[in-house]
């Protein structure tokens, strides 16, 4: 499978690689109108005809895509990118513990918002295809595909076959190749990355991946378990106050 990068209609910004020795993605203020990147996969290199798939019916993949209560007294809201080497060590080594803490128990609603870093045409593929696999069960399959990503990011991002590798994991989550091309051009799939996009700059100001939001203030998350726990604890503790 071939990955090809198209003029896009997502939104206006421009992202640097991930860099610094903590893995995060730097974000740059965009100079003008830049569209940000869609990916087609195994497209006639020659054609450059729009292309627009409907959301099949009662499709979930353009539902915001949260883990927990959403009657939790917090919430925490991450910018992060399926590119950013930071944002990957965060999801495989600090997350899990911070959900059987506080997501599983009812005290945090973690909400994920896309923000596509360089290479940004892989970014926003990864972000289609997990949007992809929460078309009929929502959020629960699409963090299943986001922490397959991140587990793989280096086969996926940064090996010699991206596109062959995306198709095998969407294969192992029954997204046949056929599905995976519809994939990047189905409306609901491209307009909640964009508004996420959008969401970020216009909204949140974020300046690198991975980010997060409480309350529309950044929030220091102290880049440990323990650090997130203790800056989760002092933000439950004011809402006690």
């Known amino acids: 499978m071939r990955l090809f990068v198209l003029s896009g209609l997502a939104a206006a910004m421009t992202l640097t690689a991930c860099s610094g020795g903590d893995g995060e993605a730097d974000a740059k203020t965009p100079a003008g109108d830049a569209a940000a990147s869609e990916v087609a996969t195994g497209a006639d290199e020659a054609s450059n005809a729009p292309?627009?798939?409907?959301?099949?019916?009662?499709s979930l993949a353009?539902?915001?895509?949260?883990?927990?209560?959403?009657?939790?007294?917090?919430?925490?809201?991450?910018?992060?990118?399926?590119?950013c080497?930071?944002?990957?060590a965060?999801?495989?080594?600090?997350?899990?513990?911070?959900?059987?803490?506080?997501?599983?128990?009812?005290?945090?609603?973690?909400?994920?918002?896309?923000?596509?870093?360089d290479p940004q045409n892989l970014a926003y593929a990864g972000f289609y295809l997990a949007r992809c696999a929460a078309t009929q069960?929502?959020?629960?399959?699409?963090?299943?595909?986001?922490?397959?990503?991140?587990?793989?990011?280096?086969?996926?991002?940064?090996?010699?076959?991206?596109g062959e590798t995306l198709e095998e994991i969407a294969a192992q989550a029954g997204i046949?190749?056929?599905?995976?091309?519809?994939?990047?051009?189905?409306?609901?799939?491209?307009?909640?990355?964009?508004?996420?996009?959008?969401?970020?700059?216009?909204?949140h100001n974020v300046g690198v991946t991975p980010s997060f939001i409480v309350n529309d203030i950044a929030f220091d998350w102290g880049r440990s378990a323990e650090g997130m726990s203790n800056a989760i604890e002092?933000?439950?503790?004011?809402l006690e106050q």
């Open 51 to 58: 292309r627009v798939v409907p959301a099949p019916e009662g």
């Open 62 to 83: 353009g539902e915001v895509m949260a883990l927990g209560s959403p009657d939790a007294p917090l919430t925490i809201i991450e910018y992060a990118s399926l590119t």
């Open 85 to 88: 080497p930071g944002c990957a």
């Open 90 to 117: 965060f999801h495989v080594q600090i997350l899990p513990e911070i959900k059987e803490k506080y997501i599983d128990t009812g005290k945090v609603r973690f909400e994920f918002r896309e923000f596509p870093t």
């Open 137 to 162: 069960k929502g959020s629960s399959a699409y963090f299943a595909m986001i922490d397959t990503l991140f587990k793989r990011q280096r086969d996926w991002a940064y090996g010699p076959t991206p």
């Open 176 to 203: 046949s190749r056929e599905a995976l091309q519809d994939c990047f051009f189905r409306e609901e799939v491209k307009t909640a990355v964009a508004q996420n996009v959008t969401a970020g700059i216009e909204e």
């Open 234 to 238: 002092a933000e439950l503790a004011k």
